[in-house]
């Protein structure tokens, strides 16, 4: 069973561009979840989505956004980049049924602003 | 809130040496549960394991093992007769049971250096 796949790899933007990430879950997953990694604040959540619903949404500013469709890809765009966003952002696929909380990654986007 | 504390930032070992990593989490949720993560150089975490509250059975597997006490909040991780391979960085984290999000909090992270 293929694991979960990010596009790109990596990325270098300039301040002020808008980026969208992409990730494509385990087949027959249903929740995506997206993270960002820094070395100062470490492993950060940034949003879940299910059935194309965000569920949850972490502790960052509008600028950060996603969708999922139908098929449970989803996208994360950043507006307006700042020097600040860059990071490694890793997704997260679940099964989201009761009982299954195990969350498996994908290789993650190097975002890097300039 | 959930916190989850990794209170070792960086270890040494020697290779065939055992190491534990320590875990505390602190939540409110009488239901949680808890994980670790393995990060390689790659970047991707790997999910090692899994543990809910209401099972504090502990679990082997292979070199690793897992101590899971409630009574002091930790899950901690032990690797036995440690490899090169095992060289990454190690994170615990918590899912909060019924909040109907799969939202994890982690901790900061250990990062193991086994020198051959």
């Known amino acids: 069973k293929a694991g979960v796949t990010q596009t790109p790899r990596y990325l270098i933007k300039t301040r002020g561009q808008q980026v969208t990430l992409s990730c494509s879950p385990i087949s027959g997953h249903r929740s995506v979840s997206w993270y960002q990694q820094t070395p100062g604040q470490g492993l950060q959540f940034l949003f879940e989505y299910f059935s194309e619903t965000q569920r949850n949404k972490g502790n960052f500013p509008g600028r950060f956004s996603g969708r999922q469709f139908s098929n449970s890809r989803s996208e994360m765009n950043v507006s307006t980049l700042e020097l600040g966003d860059s990071a490694l952002y890793l997704c997260a696929s679940s099964l989201a049924f009761t009982g299954s909380y195990e969350q498996y990654f994908g290789p993650g986007t190097r975002l890097t602003v300039t | 809130a959930q916190k989850v504390t990794q209170a070792q930032t960086e270890i040494s070992v020697v290779e065939k040496e055992d190491v534990t990593l320590d875990c505390v989490y602190e939540t409110r949720d009488t239901t949680y549960y808890l994980f670790w993560y393995k990060q390689p150089p790659s970047g991707e975490l790997v999910f090692l394991i899994r543990?809910?509250?209401?099972?504090?059975q502990n679990e082997i597997s292979g070199r690793y093992s897992w101590n899971f006490q409630k009574s002091t909040s930790s899950f901690n991780f032990t690797i036995t007769a440690s490899q090169v391979v095992d060289s990454a960085v190690y994170f615990c984290?918590?899912?909060?049971?019924?909040?109907?999000?799969?939202?994890?909090?982690f901790g900061k992270g250990t990062k193991l250096s086994v020198i051959p």
């Open positions: 984290a918590l899912i909060r049971g019924g909040a109907g999000s799969y939202q994890l909090t």
């Open positions: 543990r809910n509250s209401f099972d504090e």
